[in-house]
């Protein structure tokens, strides 16, 4: 199966600093990247959508200026949390599709704890 | 907006039995509709439902679309303990490249000795 490698797995940072993730596909250029948020015990939050070349669509709720994602390329997408606050601990999953319709694959997810 | 439901929310077998999960949905234009298996970290794709393709087996996991129902079965015979896991059912429109998956709240499936 396809390949997304997602990383760090886990980060550790103080609060108020800034902490990138990054989303690449390995074995596939991906045209669309989800960035996904998942509490203790819950199920996949959607926070934004981002096609290559083009802005991020994010989902209702999220602040743009806080979770700031780029898809510079085909295979890479990152996720940079802002100014992190302890409220900004959790899972962050990221999925690849190649196209609209395609089967969409997972990165291994960062647990990011903010102290 | 599009709608997931799973049903159990939670479940307990013992190894060897057959369990049955369920997903029901609500979607515009549906597109397809996806299982994946979550155990500590990030989903693995099991299965991919279109119009198409309503049914699909793997092994002791299978699953089957009712569309007319807008539901999904996950069905796993012969359960080992490696199937405790997170469940989760999605869908997706189609609405172009911006189609996006909706997930369900998931079940979570236990398998004792």
């Known amino acids: 199966g396809a390949v997304v490698s997602q990383h760090p797995s886990r980060v550790i940072c103080k609060s108020g600093t800034s902490v990138k993730i990054e989303c690449r596909s390995l074995?596939?250029?991906?045209?669309?990247m989800f960035w996904y948020r998942q509490f203790p015990k819950q199920s996949l939050m959607l926070m934004a959508t981002?096609?290559?070349?083009?802005?991020?669509?994010?989902e209702q709720g999220v602040e743009k200026d806080k979770f700031l994602i780029n898809h510079a390329s085909l295979t890479l997408s990152t996720l940079t949390v802002t100014s992190a606050h302890p409220e900004d601990s959790s899972f962050y999953i990221c999925?690849?599709?190649?196209?609209?319709?395609?089967?969409?694959?997972f990165g291994q997810g960062t647990r990011l704890t903010v102290v | 907006e599009d709608k997931v439901v799973q049903s159990p929310l939670s479940l307990v077998v013992h190894e060897g039995d057959t369990v049955t999960l369920n997903c029901s949905y609500e979607?515009?234009?549906?597109?397809?509709l996806l299982w994946y298996k979550q155990e500590k970290k990030a989903p693995t794709f099991l299965f991919m439902l279109?119009?198409?393709?309503i049914e699909k087996k793997s092994g002791r996991l299978s699953s089957i679309l009712d569309k007319k129902e807008l539901s999904s079965i996950l069905n796993i015979t012969a359960t080992q303990t490696g199937d405790s896991a997170i469940y989760l059912c999605?869908?997706?429109?189609?609405?172009?490249?911006?189609?996006?998956?909706?997930f369900g709240t998931g079940t979570r499936l236990q398998v004792t000795l």
């Open positions: 999925s690849a599709r190649a196209v609209a319709g395609g089967k969409a694959f």
């Open positions: 074995d596939f250029q991906a045209t669309t």
């Open positions: 979607v515009t234009n549906f597109r397809s």
């Open positions: 981002s096609n290559e070349g083009s802005k991020a669509t994010y």
């Open positions: 279109t119009s198409s393709g």
């Open positions: 999605a869908v997706e429109p189609n609405t172009g490249t911006a189609s996006k998956l909706t």
